[in-house]
T-cell receptor, first 107, second 119 residues
Framework: GQQVMQIPQYQHVQEGEDFTTYCNSS?????IQWYKQRPGGHPVFLIQ?????EVKKQKRLTFQFGEAKKNSSLHITATQTTDVGTYFC???????FGAGTTVTVRA | DTGVSQDPRHKITKRGQNVTFRCDPI?????LYWYRQTLGQGPEFLTY????????KSRLLSDRFSAERPKGSFSTLEIQRTEQGDSAMYLC?????????????????FGSGTRLTVV
């Protein structure tokens, strides 16, 4: 099956700073999805990337799908306390979740 | 339609008892997934349905677990002879997937989950 590795596992960010989380696969992916799970909550869909090299933006969040469709990244600018949570990249094959990047924010 | 509903929200059961959870997906969604999530871990795939057909079941799932989606609408997940290791959050998700299997641009909608505690 298609497994993805996410790095870093934990990200401690000063409020206002930027950070990036990465998702890597050993195999070519048909697509990739990103979800956010707040503490105590359930995963919430953020975006789906399908095309090679695709870049999508949602306000302060920028999602990118690699040219080879083997990796993806999520970049958040000007981090806010509302960004706290765990971000998962997910392959559509069996909707397999990576381990996630857990983000904490220092005010 | 208010989204994916799961019932019950919480379940405490004694070891050895059977439990059944229900998931009501968004009505027009054809694909339904079950996951298990323990504290600090990502959701772990259990099984998924395309309409009423169960297309795949995780090898991690023992014979004590069974899932059904009899009419392609709601689904049930049953755990027989529960063990303490079954304690977890059980999540259901649904989506409208096209013929290629790729989810719509709305992704998968998750329910709030059923938290199972086996004592």
């Amino acid at each position: 099956g298609q497994q993805v590795m996410q790095i870093p596992q934990y990200q401690h960010v000063q409020e206002g700073e930027d950070f990036t989380t990465y998702c890597n696969s050993s195999t070519t992916l048909s697509n990739i999805q990103w979800y956010k799970q707040r503490p105590g909550g359930h995963p919430v869909f953020l975006i789906q990337l399908v095309k090679s090299g695709e870049v999508k933006k949602q306000k302060r969040l920028t999602f990118q799908f690699g040219e080879a469709k083997k990796n993806s990244s999520l970049h958040i600018t000007a981090t806010q306390t509302t960004d706290v949570g765990t971000y998962f990249c997910v392959t559509d094959y069996k909707l397999s979740f990576g381990a996630g990047t857990t983000v904490t924010v220092r005010a | 339609d208010t989204g994916v509903s799961q019932d019950p929200r919480h379940k405490i059961t004694k070891r050895g008892q059977n439990v059944t959870f229900r998931c009501d997906p968004i009505s027009e969604h054809n694909r339904l997934y079950w996951y298990r999530q323990t504290l600090g871990q990502g959701p772990e795939f259990l099984t998924y349905f395309q309409n009423e057909a169960q297309l795949e079941k995780s090898r991690l799932l023992s014979d004590r677990f069974s899932a059904e989606r009899p009419k392609g609408s709601f689904s049930t997940l049953e755990i027989q002879r529960t063990e303490q290791g079954d304690s977890a959050m059980y999540l259901c998700a649904s989506s409208l997937a096209g013929s290629t299997g790729i989810a719509s641009n709305y992704g998968y909608t998750f329910g709030s989950g059923t938290r199972l505690t086996v004592v």
